[in-house]
C-alpha cells in the first residue's frame, strides 16, 4: 500500500497539481482541474492511475480464466447476446483521512466493466452462456490484459474486436472516508465506419451460431450511448438493429439500455424503429426516460423532472410510449425506489430492497442481467423484475464495480423476503 500511495501521490501531483493529498483537494482537482481538460489528456491520466494500480498489485489480484476462443459453428445453450461498444478497466481506489489530515489508500478494486461485460460476468458467475461481442484493445496493452484476465469465463463466448491503435479505457473512482467522490474519465475516440462494421457482422455471425446451436427466445442486447461519442452518420447501435432485424425479423427480441445519451437523436436513432410485432424492452432510468419522452414529442421539455416525476406519472407515460413505439416493453428502474415494467396487458411494480450499499456503480447492469436471465429462460415478466431487482440490489450491496455473485444474491433474497418485497401486478 505504501508502494501505492507513492505511485498514486506522484500521478495526482504531476497532472492535476495536488501537493497535498486531502479529501478536499482531491475533490476539488477533480471538478476543477480534471474535467475542463480534453478527453485525450483525460485517458492518459486514467491510464497512468490504471497503471500504477496494476503495477502494485494488479498482477496478485488477476485470476487466470480460460475461455472459449475461435469460430465455433454452433453455440447450444446460448440465448442472450451482448454487445459492447467500448471496454473499461473499473478501478476503484478507498482512501481514508490519517491523523495528519493526508489521505492513504486502504483498499484497491480493479475490475472490467462497461454495460455488457458486466453483464456477461454475471451470467459466467451464475455459469449461464452467453455470446459476447466487443471492442477490446490492444493485444499487448497491460490494461486490455488486466481487462480481459478478470472477465473471460467458459459460461463467455467472446467476439473481440481490436482496432489499429485502440486502447481500452480506464475509469477511476474515488472513495475518500465512505463518500464517492465524482468518477474520472474521457470519452473514446470516434468509431470509425470499418469498426462499426466489423462490430455489426461479428453480431450477425454469433446470432447464426446460436440459432444453428438450437437456441431460440434468442435475446441481444446492448446500450445506446456510452463514453464514444455519437456520430449520426454512422448510427452505431441503429445500424445493428436494422440489420438483425433485416435478417432476423422478429425472431430476435432486444433490451435496449441507454448511458450518457447524448441528445434526442441518439435516444431516438434505436427506439424511433419499425417494428412489425413487439419484441422489443427498452430499460430508461428516469432521467433517461423523460429525455426519451421529450424527443418523443410525448412530454414538453421541462415538464417533468427526474427527482419528482410521480410512479403514475411513469405509469401513464410508459404505456404511451409501449404503445407508439409499438414495444413488448419499458422497464424504468429507478435506483432504490426499485423498478416499473409496462407490457402490452399489465403494469408490474416492485418496491427497491433496503441494503447497505457500498457501491453503485455495475448495479444497473446487474439489474439488466438479472431481468435478462430469467426472460431469457423463459419465465414471465413477473419474475424477470423480481431478479432483476435482486441482482441489482446485490451489486449494490459489493465493493468497486464487483457484480452480483449467486453467494451475495442469497443473502439478498433472505433481506427481499424480510422486507416483503414481491412485484405488484396491475392489469390493464
Not at 430508461?284 to 427527482?307: C, D, R, Y
Request: charged share 25%; glycine share 8%.
Amino acid at each position: 500500500m505504501e508502494a501505492l500511495s507513492t505511485n498514486i501521490n506522484d500521478v495526482l501531483s504531476k497532472n492535476l497539481g495536488i501537493s497535498k493529498l486531502t479529501g478536499s483537494s482531491l475533490k476539488e482537482a477533480i471538478t476543477s482541474r480534471f474535467h475542463p481538460l480534453p478527453d485525450d489528456e483525460k485517458r492518459r491520466i486514467n491510464r497512468e492511475i490504471a497503471h500504477a494500480v496494476i503495477k502494485v498489485v494488479g498482477a496478485a489480484k488477476s485470476k487466470k480464466r480460460s475461455s472459449i476462443t475461435g469460430k465455433i459453428k454452433s453455440l447450444p445453450a446460448t440465448r442472450v447476446l451482448a454487445v459492447n461498444h467500448v471496454g473499461l478497466l473499473d478501478v476503484t481506489i478507498e482512501w481514508e483521512t490519517g491523523p495528519n489530515g493526508i489521505l492513504k489508500p486502504t483498499a484497491y478494486h480493479v475490475d472490467p466493466g462497461g454495460d455488457q461485460i458486466n453483464v456477461s460476468k454475471v451470467f459466467s458467475d451464475f455459469k449461464e452462456n452467453i455470446a459476447l461481442v466487443a471492442l477490446s484493445g490492444k493485444k499487448e496493452d497491460e490494461i486490455t490484459n488486466e481487462w480481459e484476465r478478470n472477465f473471460l469465463d467458459n459460461n463467455i463466448i467472446p467476439a473481440l474486436i481490436r482496432p489499429a491503435g485502440v486502447n481500452i479505457e480506464a475509469a477511476i473512482y474515488n472513495i475518500v472516508d465512505g463518500d464517492t467522490l465524482t468518477g474520472i474519465f474521457g470519452w473514446a475516440d470516434e468509431l470509425s465506419g470499418k469498426t462499426v462494421e466489423n462490430i455489426n457482422q461479428e453480431a450477425l455471425s454469433m446470432l447464426n451460431r446460436m440459432f444453428k446451436g438450437g437456441s431460440n427466445n434468442i435475446w441481444m442486447v446492448f446500450s445506446a450511448g456510452g463514453p464514444v461519442r455519437y456520430n449520426s452518420s454512422l448510427a452505431y447501435y441503429a445500424s445493428l438493429v436494422k440489420q438483425v432485424k433485416k435478417k432476423y425479423a422478429d425472431k430476435v427480441k432486444l433490451l435496449i439500455d441507454f448511458k450518457f445519451l447524448s441528445g434526442p437523436e441518439e435516444a431516438m436513432s434505436v427506439v424511433d424503429i419499425y417494428r412489425e410485432t413487439p419484441q422489443d424492452i427498452i430499460k430508461p432510468n428516469a432521467e433517461e426516460f423523460i429525455q426519451i419522452l421529450t424527443s418523443s414529442g410525448l412530454a414538453k421539455k421541462g415538464s417533468l423532472n427526474k427527482n419528482t416525476i410521480t410512479e403514475e406519472a411513469i405509469k401513464a407515460y410508459a404505456i404511451k410510449l409501449r404503445s407508439k413505439y409499438n414495444l413488448l416493453g419499458v422497464l424504468v428502474t429507478m435506483d432504490e425506489k426499485g423498478l416499473i415494467l409496462v407490457t402490452q396487458d399489465r403494469i408490474i411494480k416492485e418496491k427497491g430492497i433496503k441494503i447497505i450499499e457500498a457501491c453503485h456503480t455495475a448495479a444497473g447492469d446487474s439489474l439488466k442481467a438479472g431481468f435478462l436471465y430469467a426472460l431469457s429462460n423463459g419465465k414471465s415478466f413477473e419474475e424477470p423484475v423480481h431478479t432483476g431487482n435482486l441482482f441489482g440490489a446485490s451489486t449494490a450491496s459489493m465493493e468497486g464495480s464487483e457484480t452480483v455473485t449467486p453467494k451475495i444474491l442469497a443473502k439478498t433474497e433472505a433481506l427481499a423476503h424480510m422486507q416483503n418485497v414481491t412485484p405488484e401486478v396491475e392489469y390493464l
